[in-house]
């Protein structure tokens, strides 16, 4: 089983920055694809960013060029900068961890709220 625990969100004006942080448990989190979602309120979950267990990252389109997923596997932690934030950035931002084909596991989510 593998846990994780994200923190970092809170309340930003457009144009602002976040970064937010997932911490997992377990000794073999360098083997782990990792992924950022988003859930917006009235809206399904989303995939917003992966980063491979080689560090090959992916993004959302109209995230790209704007957040950056990055892992520390010496810390168990994977990160998601979010820069030039827009309000339909607000949402509750997932850390998700696919061990293996067939797992895959999700933290509690933190909230992002980008308004003036």
């Known amino acids: 089983q593998v846990q994780l625990v994200e923190s970092g969100g809170g309340l930003v004006q457009p144009g602002g920055s976040l970064r937010l942080s997932c911490s997992a448990s377990g000794s073999l989190f360098s083997q782990y694809f990792m992924y950022w979602y988003r859930q917006a309120p009235g809206k399904q979950r989303e995939w917003v960013a992966a980063i491979s267990s080689n560090s090959i990252k992916t993004y959302e389109a109209s995230v790209k060029g704007r957040f950056t997923i990055t892992r520390d596997n010496a810390k168990n932690m994977v990160y998601l900068q979010m820069d030039s934030l827009k309000p339909e950035d607000t949402a509750v931002y997932f850390c998700?961890?696919?061990?293996?084909?067939?797992?895959?596991?999700w933290g509690q989510g933190t909230q992002v709220t980008v308004s003036s």
């Open positions: 998700n961890a696919r061990p293996s084909s067939g797992s895959s596991f």
